[in-house]
């Protein structure tokens, strides 16, 4: 077995998160009640307030996706939540794939980010069934190597498939 390779959210990131989330979470949803309140109900303020609670949820559907520690043993990918405090296991078979994540728009304010923290801001570790894991770089110590050694079991698991299967090679690869 493999030695347990564990990434954990840095302090810096959990005080951020303790003290901005429910701030993010919480804020749409008391400006959206403030605005009902003061300036009563009529169609703009209640679509107003709508759209603010909509923010308050969407933010703390993205807030609970932080994860506080993740480990990998070889075998087994474990994480918790750190907001609902959910254990999220997963075994390597189980894992589809893990996708780069970056900044989606270009222009000038992601061009000074890349060229200063690079362009890789994290990484998806995606099941075929259940929810996946994020690992973000600057969020969390030792996710680069905890990633190389997931993509690694990976790489060695495809080759022990593509080993098993000896008419694969000889037959073209037909099935």
């Known amino acids: ?3 347990r390779i564990r990434s954990d959210q840095r ?3 959990t005080i951020a998160a303790l003290i901005f989330g429910p701030l993010f979470m919480l804020g749409p949803v008391v400006g959206g009640i403030w605005i009902l309140v003061r300036l009563g109900p009529d169609v703009l303020t209640v679509l107003g307030a709508l759209v603010l609670c909509f923010a308050g949820v969407y933010l ?3 807030a609970t996706q932080n994860y506080q520690w993740v480990d990998f043993d070889g075998i087994r990918i474990r994480g ?3 907001w609902t405090r959910r254990l999220v296991e997963n075994t390597l078979e189980e894992v589809r794939d893990i996708r780069v994540l970056g900044a989606t728009a270009r222009g000038t304010v992601t061009s000074v980010t890349d060229a200063v923290l690079g362009p890789v801001r994290g990484w998806e570790i995606r099941f075929h069934h259940g929810p996946s894991i994020f690992l973000v770089r600057f969020d969390m110590k030792n996710a680069e190597q905890l990633v190389g050694a997931v993509e690694h079991a990976l790489a060695r698991r495809e080759a022990r498939l593509l080993e098993a299967k000896p008419g694969a090679a000889a037959d073209g690869g037909s099935r």
């Open 11 to 13: 302090l810096a990131a």
């Open 80 to 82: 918790r939540t750190f």
């Open 1 to 3: 077995m493999a030695e």
């Open 60 to 62: 703390a559907y993205h």
